[in-house]
C-alpha cells in the first residue's frame, strides 16, 4: 500500500514538473537559458509526435487520416491538460481552506489565553499549545490528502495523455502504410 501511495506521489511530482517545463516553454518568447526537458525526441511540447505537421504521403486520404489523428491526439491532451489544471487548483483552494481554518483555531486559542487570569496562565497555554498542535495537524492531513488526490488526477490524465499520443500514432503508421500500399499498386 505504501509503495503505490510513493510511487504514484512520484509519478505526479515528475508529471506536474514536466508539465510546468511545457507550460513555461510555451509562454516565453525567448528564454535567455535553453530550457532542457526530459520528452522523447518524438514528440513536441504539445505531445503530438513529431510528424504531427507532416503530411507528405502523398496519398490525400493517408494525409486527411493522419491530420484526423493529431487532431484527435491534440484535443484529447488539451482536455487531459484542462482535467490537470483543474485538479492542482483545487487542491490548491483545499489546502487554503484548511490553513486559513487552522489559523483560526490557533487565533481563538491564542486569545483564550490573552483573556486568562493570571494564575490560570499557564494551563491556558498548555491548552493552546494542544489546540495549536491539533490545528497544525489536521490543516497538514487536509493539505496531504488534497495533494494526494489531485496527484492521482494528474497521472491519470498523463497517462490518458498518453495513450491518446500512442493511438495517433498507430493512426498514423496504418495511414502512411496504406498509403505505400496503394503506390505499390
Known amino acids: 500500500m505504501m509503495n503505490k ?8 511530482l515528475f508529471a ?3 508539465y510546468a517545463q511545457t507550460a513555461a516553454q510555451s509562454t516565453t518568447t525567448a528564454p535567455a537559458t535553453p530550457v ?10 504539445m505531445g ?3 510528424a504531427a505537421g507532416m ?3 502523398g496519398d490525400a486520404k493517408a494525409d486527411k487520416k493522419i491530420n484526423k489523428a493529431d487532431e484527435k491526439e491534440a484535443k484529447e491532451v488539451s482536455k487531459q491538460d484542462e482535467k490537470i489544471s483543474k485538479a492542482t487548483s483545487k487542491a490548491n ?6 490553513q486559513a481554518k487552522a489559523e483560526k483555531k490557533i487565533a481563538k486559542a491564542n486569545e483564550k489565553v490573552a483573556k486568562a487570569d493570571p494564575e490560570d496562565k499557564t494551563k491556558a497555554e498548555a491548552k493552546a499549545e494542544e489546540k495549536t498542535a491539533k490545528a ?10 488534497a495533494d494526494e488526490k489531485a496527484q492521482k488526477k494528474i497521472v491519470d490524465a498523463n497517462a490518458d495523455k498518453a495513450k491518446a499520443h500512442a493511438k495517433a500514432g498507430e493512426k498514423r503508421a496504418e495511414a ?5 500500399k496503394d503506390a505499390a499498386k
Open 55 to 57: 503530411t507528405s504521403t
Open 136 to 145: 497544525d495537524y489536521d490543516a497538514q492531513k487536509t493539505m496531504i490528502k
Open 5 to 12: 501511495l510513493l510511487a504514484t506521489l512520484i509519478a505526479g
Open 48 to 50: 503530438q509526435s513529431g
Open 16 to 18: 506536474t514538473s514536466v
Open 176 to 180: 502512411a502504410a496504406e498509403a505505400k
Open 93 to 98: 483552494e483545499k489546502k487554503a481552506k484548511a
Open 36 to 45: 532542457t526537458t526530459t520528452v522523447p525526441a518524438t514528440t513536441t511540447a
